[in-house]
């Protein structure tokens, strides 16, 4: 997996100051995944904060506060638009599902689940 950030403006995401980090909660119980989004976002711009499971992603969501919250679609314990609408009942982050899933609507789905 390469991940590329282009372009950004940093005052989109963190309400702190211009050195301040950006915060990113991944949730995804494969370990691999979250070490590869970790170790491509820091260090620099981005804090990454893990989760391996969505009772853990929950927790660390309302202990961090984080900018943004990136989130398998297909989880191993809840469906990942289930998940969605479970931060948004406390939490105003940005939510990035990650998919392989090609299913027709899933898009539309994800968007009106917040």
Not at 1 to 8: E, G, N, T
Not at 10 to 31: E, K, P, T
Not at 59 to 81: K, N, S, T, Y
């Amino acid at each position: 997996m390469q991940l590329s950030i282009f372009h950004y403006h940093q005052n989109q995401f963190s309400s702190g100051g211009a050195n301040a980090l950006i915060r990113i909660l991944v949730v995804d119980d494969a370990h691999e995944t979250t070490h590869i989004l970790k170790s491509s976002l820091e260090p620099g711009v981005f804090e990454v904060v893990e989760a391996h499971s969505v009772e853990q992603g929950l927790a660390q969501a309302r202990r961090v506060d984080p900018d943004m919250i990136v989130v398998d679609l297909v989880a191993a314990e809840m469906d990942g638009l289930v998940v969605c609408r479970e931060f948004r009942r406390f939490s105003k982050s940005l939510i990035l599902l990650l998919s392989a899933n090609g299913k027709p609507g899933i898009t539309e789905r994800a968007l009106n689940d917040g």
